[in-house]
Nanobody, 118 residues
Framework: QVQLVESGGGLVQAGGSLRLSCAASGSSFSFASINVLAWYRQAPGKQREFVASIFGGGSTNYLDLVKGRFTIARDNAKNTVYLQMNSLKPEDTAVYYC?????????WGQGTQVTVSS
């Protein structure tokens, strides 16, 4: 079993930055065994959408809307995955969720609210 706890959300003005963190823990757990770590987001009244992912080897993928503004990174020594968000826009407002895949299981965090004011 893996627990994911997000932090770093908050209120920021448009053009500002935030860094989200997701700390992973669990019994008999190896952070290095996580196949894929990802961030998703869900805005009010909308479906949850993929934002960014990072594989064990370090390759990354991004939602087109955030390319060039967001950066995902993992620190295996700290069992943590980060999402650096720059040049934030009001449309980035959402609850951001951390996701971890250890095939065949998928784990989710509880989410952290990001609000970008115009």
């Amino acid at each position: 079993q893996v627990q994911l706890v997000e932090s770093g959300g908050g209120l920021v003005q448009a053009g500002g930055s935030l860094r989200l963190s997701c700390a992973a823990s669990g019994s008999s757990f190896s952070f290095a065994s996580i196949n894929v770590l990802a961030w998703y987001r869900q805005a009010p009244g909308k479906q949850r959408e993929f934002v960014a992912s990072i594989f064990g080897g370090g390759s990354t993928n991004y939602l087109d809307l955030v390319k060039g503004r967001f950066t995902i990174a993992r620190d295996n020594a700290k069992n943590t995955v980060y999402l650096q968000m720059n040049s934030l826009k009001p449309e980035d407002t959402a609850v951001y969720y951390c996701n971890a895949k250890i095939t065949p299981k998928v784990y989710w965090g509880q989410g952290t609210q990001v609000t970008v004011s115009s």
